[in-house]
């Protein structure tokens, strides 16, 4: 999934983009989704449909990086420089009283990462 114009306040994915996710497991064993963004997006959906979620920031036009941590050649490391909204309704985030935990806390609190050492799995809290 690629974002487009980044003109817009609802950074939610486009409905065709969250269309193809539906059909893919009459396709597919495993879904990994690489997310192609220069921003936060509300992928909260994407992610508990998805068996890996991948967000490559600003990759570049060839993307050697992201295929080198895919395929395990290079061990991935990273933590976000950005907040990331669980919805659109949390935006924009007032960051005096943001809650840390819970549903109306972000998806991703900024400094959130991961390792490939990181052996256990995401759990997302089941929000409405």
Same mark, same amino acid.
């Given at each position: 999934m690629l974002e487009g114009l980044g003109d817009t306040d609802n950074l939610t994915l486009p409905v065709g983009d969250k269309r193809m996710l539906k059909r893919l497991p009459d396709q597919c064993e495993n879904i990994t989704v690489i997310l192609l963004s220069g921003r936060p997006l509300v992928v909260t959906d994407v992610i508990k449909e998805s068996d890996a979620f991948v967000a490559a920031w600003l990759p570049g036009t060839e993307g050697q990086g992201?295929?080198?941590?895919?395929? $395990?050649?290079?061990? @991935? #490391? $990273?933590?976000?420089? @950005? #907040?990331?909204p669980r919805t659109n309704d949390q935006l924009p985030f007032n960051f005096d009283q943001l809650p840390t935990e819970g549903c109306a806390a972000p998806l991703f609190p900024f400094g959130y990462g991961l390792t490939t050492e990181d052996t256990d799995p995401l759990v997302l809290p089941d929000c409405p």
């Open positions: 992201v295929a080198d941590v895919l395929f $395990g050649d290079v061990p @991935f #490391t $990273g933590n976000l420089s @950005f #907040t990331w």
